[in-house]
């Protein structure tokens, strides 16, 4: 009897030490490869829109490789899963960092994630691209943000629908997923909107639980609310599953763009292929590229795309967008520098530019957020959005929203004098 | 955390009491606690032997996923009661030191607010919720680790169990506790960082979360109350107490007609299993550096569940092995195989199931049960705690 | 979409066919604006088209909105094209002669936003209502009604009285009425259509009093005939809004009646594998992703080699997700489930991981992405029951759809043999072996039962949620609920089990909002299982008690 249980006692201590030796077994770093990590999930909830992330840095390693690759060396991509689990998210950033001693990662989606990984890439001063448009209010030594900030969205996107041709909205429905970003870009919204006197009564805000698939109510709120005399949009904020219940709803009470219009900042191609989008043309998104813009270095990276997934319906999308231009300035700011050296990286990447796939030219800043322009199209039947409005010139990325008090008085600037993520004054 | 010094009086005679297997997998943590720390410091980071500090957390994190499980253990394996929703309690000691930890952050936080943690800066809100009142003290803190997943757990069973509500019943209606405050959890109006959570944590008692030193120290004191509710929950189940819970394991109506009372004996193992899930994720939360409403999620309780199943119910080592072994298996082939892994884990599980229906430890025990058998003839038994229903 | 597309394509027959219609100038020079870049210089041009009266208007105004007016590169002439093999197959737009197959990127389309969209139809409401299609008459009747120009009054009046279709009418009336209360000569014309306006109980008709009303209250100096006309403009408002309390109500209960029979269908294979098998099978959410997956091939086969059926691909759908999902759950019973009877908790585990299995087969068979399954046309669009209250078709169809996979079930479980060897086996399994039941396919056969029907939901749920691979996830812990709530082992019990749920979460949500309303539900059946503990339809007897 004794025995028996003495095995099983060692066998719990063999587990532990069979978890020590993983960590040594792949410790070791070649000098000849460069190694890029990603990190996005490809199980759990967000493996939806995040695989395709991966897959276009696969795609963007792949090519780099056959143009010889960086500094003379092979590139090579470490991709984990962190499958949609936010604490593990944090695990796999440090093994990404200190086991398998990758140069960059590019990786995340939900703020939470980014939230989760951050003090890893602090503490290991690291280097994270961040690809996907988000609330702001955050800039980190470590982090570069390129996807958009609520100013290069979500406020355009409104001062175009206020505007003439954009139908002169005088009422507001603000709709979104009950998390950081929705409530981030309604409270700038919110703010936003009574500085040019809409009144509390024409504001409505909505939020819903994560993965909402039953909108019927909403759907029917929205189309009283919109019943009142006054031109009515909605701003969506919802989150990407839960789009395709909420935009199938819509069509199906009738809810049509000339009447009241839906502006939504999470809805690109990649939400639209799951979706008959013919009773939704005309309703609006916001991003800073489509799939549908004309444009030689789109046509040519579409082409790729294609090529790389062995697909020609795959769609591409602003997300997409945003991983090819921190991938491309990456690699430059590496050339540049001419080492995979965090610091040395990171000071070339300020000013580092990179065409737009939409055209036009995209900066990085030393608040380490992009100057893009911004583009508002409609959902045609096709599933892609065409552009009906865009910035004359590139709008740039603003870490701290002007229109939250708090936030509208620090400054993010990384280089001399201030080397600050957010502060009032310069420290040095 | 310094129970073992404070308290080791009465422990001596515990430990004493323990059966060798007990002994054994105390001295096997006891060799963890001093060795991963020596080999970290010590040994050379180009060492085969070094275990970086990477892992040290890593181990941390298993640790207080082992302690999860065993207090699933305590009450499935011991007393019948499966609980789908023992992550609530895990969450919730997740929370409250998470509470803790956000408090100490202070004026560092990116709006500089000394008094209120960054979410609520942004939310307009203009003063400490009452709820959060205290939560800057650190024995305040832990007295809620222990007291707020234990009233709940306490409010909960009281209201179940003299319900006589059992079965799949009582597991569906836990699956909708933590369902239900999974979505409250979710909600930035609750005053607890909405679908973020808590995190960016700076220091704990002083110390900087972030030095080795610290991680150290985290996971020693996971190894220290591993240990420790081990010897909780293998005093409970030698115990007469013990006796009795089995007993409403295998037959509840019959020991209810014997004259005991059912419910009180389900309601304190009850309580004293959410108390070790709730110390658990107070281990959990520094040194993972997040907590947030997924913790909550059904999924993730049933996970447990399939931990201790995996290790082998009934078993307190067997829960902890299976912890240990699930999650290891998870980070490796979440790296190793990323596009598969899901198939892995399923596949142990099915298999887990089929073949080896007592886990992994149950069935090695039968295993040697029966070599020993051929030895020296059907003279003995399985022992108890293998068998069920 | 499809009645504009079949007019147009009728009326460039007869274009063809007749070849007489002289290219108006005017037109040419009016469409003009439609080259430009700008929307201000389109906009002008749609009203200048329109404007000319001439018959191709109509024509290139509707493709216009289609999105099937394209500019061509080389030189510079609208032209109409219908998407063809290798390109589109053009017409010019001003003359309407034949161009022949244009290649793609040879033309570029007339891009028009929101406002523009609103004025076409508006302008097409003028030109159309006189069309001999009623449902063109209809629409334009509606398009009036929303953006009431002056110059409409009197053509809409002769539209009305020559107007014979009984339906057509009222639409036509209520135009009437608006457009007297806009532009009225007097007010005793006004007051006459706000009479009418009022009696109708009509979301739209409240926008329109509502904004009617401000711009009366923005008056500077209101006459005294003006100041009546705002009081009975606000009469009129009460009258309509307190109509609408009341249809919202009986609106509140359909949505529920629909999201219970939502939950109902997501449940009731549950109920059969958990509820009479006693299987707490993890893997019931996949077995209804599967049937989703499975109406999504079919939909794809359809629209690859049988595109005419493509609207019946969902019935087609239903019989083969059974199918799919009933093989998968026969395949799971055989393989792993008939080795744990007896251990209840044990098929968690098991179902837990052939869960994980069967979620990471479909993400690497069709991707990670969400799938597009469309809503036949059968399927889209609302039931107008009267004016403010207007059921989805999708949603009545769910309902009628949950029914009847109720009655199935039912009669299957009571009047057929199998049925009876199943409660047989349930109650007492070596009793039925002794009578001669073979226990092992009758175990197989109503797993792949419930199975199946957890498939036919999937083909239900594709049309109003994600089709990907997470698809059972969301549903797994509801139905758990629903099938524990309603009493283990009773499909009545079930049945009124995702009703109740369904209806209560609906009437919870106006007032405490989506999430709320959901953790209020939750904590209501904890309190109701200590209540009974056996859920609302508890089996009696000493079966149980095992």
């Known amino acids: 009897m004794l025995g028996l249980r003495k095995v099983a006692g060692i066998m719990t201590g063999a587990a532990m030490l069979a978890t020590s030796a993983l960590g040594l077994g792949t410790a070791q770093a070649a000098d000849d490869v460069i190694k890029v990590g990603v990190l996005h999930s490809l199980s759990g909830t967000m493996a939806i829109s995040e695989t395709t992330l991966k897959d276009a840095v696969l795609m963007m390693v792949d090519d780099l490789n056959k143009n010889g690759g960086l500094l003379g060396k092979k590139v090579e991509a470490v991709v984990v899963d962190p499958a949609s689990n936010w604490p593990l998210f944090a695990e796999k950033a440090r093994e990404l960092i200190e086991v398998d001693k990758v140069d960059v990662v590019f990786g995340c989606w939900t703020s939470v994630s980014r939230k989760s990984v951050l003090p890893v890439f602090e503490e290991l001063n690291s280097m994270l691209f961040y690809p996907v448009q988000y609330e702001g209010e955050e800039s980190s030594r470590n982090v570069f943000y390129t996807g958009a900030a609520p100013n290069q969205q979500a406020i355009p996107a409104v001062e175009y629908l206020m505007s003439e041709e954009g139908g002169d909205v005088k009422r507001w429905v603000l709709a979104g997923t009950d998390y950081v970003y929705p409530r981030t870009t309604n409270k700038i919204l919110e703010a936003f909107l009574k500085s040019k006197g809409v009144a509390d009564e024409d504001i409505m805000i909505s939020y819903t639980p994560f993965g909402h698939s039953d909108w019927q109510t909403i759907v029917s709120d929205i189309k009283k609310f919109g019943s009142e005399g006054k031109k009515t949009a909605v701003v969506s904020t919802i989150n990407g599953d839960a789009n395709v219940p909420f935009y199938k709803e819509l069509g199906n009470q009738g809810i049509v763009a000339s009447d009241i219009p839906v502006i939504a900042f999470s809805v690109g191609e990649e939400e639209l292929a799951g979706l008959d989008t013919a009773p939704l043309v005309g309703h609006l998104a916001a991003w800073n590229y489509f799939m549908s813009v004309e444009d030689e270095e789109n046509a040519e990276f579409i082409k790729k795309w294609h090529a790389f997934i062995g697909d020609d319906e795959r769609v591409t999308n602003d997300p997409m967008e945003a991983t090819y231009i921190g991938f491309q300035m990456w690699v430059q700011a590496v050339k540049q520098a001419g080492t995979t050296d965090v610091d040395a990286v990171r000071q070339a990447m300020y000013g580092q530019e990179v065409k737009n796939l939409t055209g036009g030219t995209a900066v990085m800043n030393t608040n380490h957020h992009l100057s893009k322009p911004v583009l508002i199209g409609e959902i045609q039947d096709d599933g892609q959005i065409e552009t009906v409005w865009r910035t004359d010139g590139v709008v740039k990325g603003d870490a701290w929203s002007d229109f939250i008090p708090e936030s509208a008085k620090l400054t993010s600037d990384w280089t001399y004098p201030f080397v600050c993520g957010g502060c009032e004054k310069a420290m040095f | ?389 | 979409m499809r009645i504009i597309l079949k007019s147009f394509l009728a009326a460039l027959a007869i274009l063809f066919m007749t070849q007489a219609v002289a290219v108006s100038a005017d037109l040419t020079e009016a469409s003009q604006g439609l080259l430009a870049k700008g929307y201000k210089d389109k906009t002008a041009a749609v009203e200048a088209v329109a404007a000319t009266g001439d018959a191709r208007s109509v024509i290139i105004l509707e493709a216009l909105l289609g999105g099937k007016l394209f500019i061509q590169k080389s030189d510079n002439v609208l032209v109409i094209g219908v998407k063809a093999e290798g390109g589109y197959k053009t017409v010019n737009a001003i003359t309407g002669t034949e161009i022949g197959l244009t290649p793609k990127s040879d033309v570029k389309k007339v891009r028009i936003n929101n406002k523009m969209r609103g004025l076409i139809k508006g302008q097409l409401g003028g030109l159309t209502l006189l069309s001999d299609d009623p449902a063109l008459r209809m629409k334009a009747a509606n398009a009036v009604f929303i953006s009431r120009p002056k110059e409409m009054m009197a053509p809409m009046q002769s539209a009305l009285a020559s107007e014979t279709d009984p339906t057509v009418v009222p639409a036509m009336t209520r135009a009437l009425a608006a457009l007297e209360l806009r532009h009225g000569a007097t007010m005793a014309d006004k007051q006459a259509a706000l009479e009418i306006l009022s009696d109708l109980h009509d979301p739209q008709v409240k926008s329109l009093l509502s904004g009617e009303l401000s711009s009366l209250r923005a008056l500077q100096n209101p006459t005294g005939p003006e100041k009546e006309l705002i009081i009975a403009v606000q009469a009129g408002l009460t009258k309509i809004d307190e109509k609408l309390d009341f249809l919202n109500i009986i609106e509140n209960i359909f949505q529920g009646i629909s999201l219970g029979s939502v939950l109902l269908l997501a449940a009731i294979g549950l109920a059969i594998t958990f509820g009479v098998m006693g299987v707490i099978n993890m893997a019931h959410g996949e077995m209804v992703m599967i049937g989703a997956y499975t109406t999504y091939v079919v939909q794809e086969l359809c629209r690859n080699f049988a595109p005419g059926f493509l609207d019946y691909a969902l019935i087609a759908a239903v019989p083969l997700a059974f199918i799919v999902s009933g093989l998968c759950g026969v395949g799971i019973e055989r393989s792993v489930i008939r080795y744990l009877y007896g251990r209840p908790l044990e098929t968690l585990l098991a179902t837990w991981g052939i869960s994980l299995i069967l979620q990471q087969f479909v993400r690497t068979i069709f991707g990670p992405t969400n799938k597009e399954v469309s809503s036949p046309e059968w399927l889209s669009g609302t039931w107008e029951v009267t004016g403010g209250l207007a059921l989805t078709y999708n949603r009545i169809a769910i309902i009628l759809f949950a029914a009847a996979v109720l009655l199935m079930l039912v009669l299957i479980l009571k009047k057929t043999a199998f049925g009876l060897q199943m409660r047989a086996v349930t109650q007492n399994r070596q009793m039925a072996a002794s009578m001669g039941i073979r226990t092992g396919w009758v175990d197989a056969m109503t797993f792949g039962l419930g199975s199946g029907v957890a498939g036919m939901a999937g083909v239900a749920l594709s049309q109003i949620d994600n089709v990907s691979p997470n698809l059972g996830q969301a549903y797994i812990i509801d139905s758990f609920m629903v099938v524990v709530f309603g009493g283990v082992g009773n499909l009545w019990g079930t049945l009124v089990g995702a009703l109740s749920l369904g209806i209560t979460n609906k009437f919870l949500e106006p007032y405490t909002g989506a999430v709320l309303a959901k953790i209020l539900v939750l904590v209501a059946i904890i309190l109701f299982i200590q209540k009974r503990p056996r859920g609302l339809f508890a089996l009696k007897g000493r079966a149980v008690e095992s």
């Open chain 2, 1 to 389: 955390m310094d129970f073992s010094s404070t308290k080791k009086g009465p422990f001596v005679s515990l430990v004493t009491g323990l059966p060798g297997g007990g002994k054994t997998f105390l001295g096997i943590l006891l060799v963890a606690a001093l060795l991963v720390p020596l080999s970290n410091l010590l040994v050379p980071e180009s060492s085969f032997f070094h275990v970086p500090t990477y892992m040290v957390s890593l181990l941390g994190k298993y640790l207080s996923f082992a302690l999860l499980a065993l207090s699933v253990d305590l009450i499935w394996g011991y007393c019948g009661i499966l609980s789908l929703g023992h992550g609530a309690f895990f969450a919730l000691g997740g929370y409250a030191m998470g509470m803790y930890l956000m408090r100490q952050i202070g004026d560092r936080g990116v709006y500089g607010n000394p008094d209120l943690p960054d979410f609520m800066v942004f939310l307009n809100w203009t003063e400490l919720p009452w709820y959060w009142t205290g939560f800057d003290m650190f024995p305040v803190a832990m007295t809620m680790v222990i007291l707020v997943p234990g009233i709940l757990a306490f409010i909960f069973g009281w209201f179940a169990f003299r319900a006589r509500v059992t079965g799949v019943y009582l597991s569906i209606i836990t699956q909708a506790m933590t369902y239900a405050l999974m979505l409250a959890f979710f909600r930035n109006d609750m005053g607890f960082g909405g679908n973020n959570g808590l995190t960016d944590f700076k220091e704990i008692l002083g110390f900087d979360l972030q030095s080795d030193g610290t991680r150290l120290g985290l996971f020693v004191c996971s190894v220290i109350a591993l240990a420790f509710g081990y010897l909780i929950s293998s005093f409970i189940t030698q115990s007469k107490l013990g006796r009795v819970l089995i007993a409403i394991r295998d037959a509840e109506s019959r020991t209810r007609f014997s004259g005991y009372r059912v419910e009180y004996y389900k309601l304190f193992v009850f309580v004293v299993s959410a108390v070790l899930a709730g110390i658990a994720g107070a281990l959990y939360v520094p040194q993972v550096g997040i907590i947030n409403p997924s913790e909550f999620s059904p999924a993730q309780s049933i996970e447990v569940v399939i931990w201790v199943a995996v290790g082998g119910r009934g078993t307190l080592w067997g829960a902890v092995l299976g912890a240990m072994l699930v999650n290891w298996g998870k980070s490796y082939f979440t790296g190793a195989l990323p596009e598969a892994w899901l198939y892995m884990l399923g596949g142990l599980f099915v298999f887990t199931t089929l073949f080896l229906p007592k886990g992994i430890v149950g069935t090695s025990a039968i295993w040697i049960e029966k070599i020993k058998n051929r030895q020296t003839g059907p003279a003995s038994t399985i022992p108890a705690y293998v068998k069920e229903e």
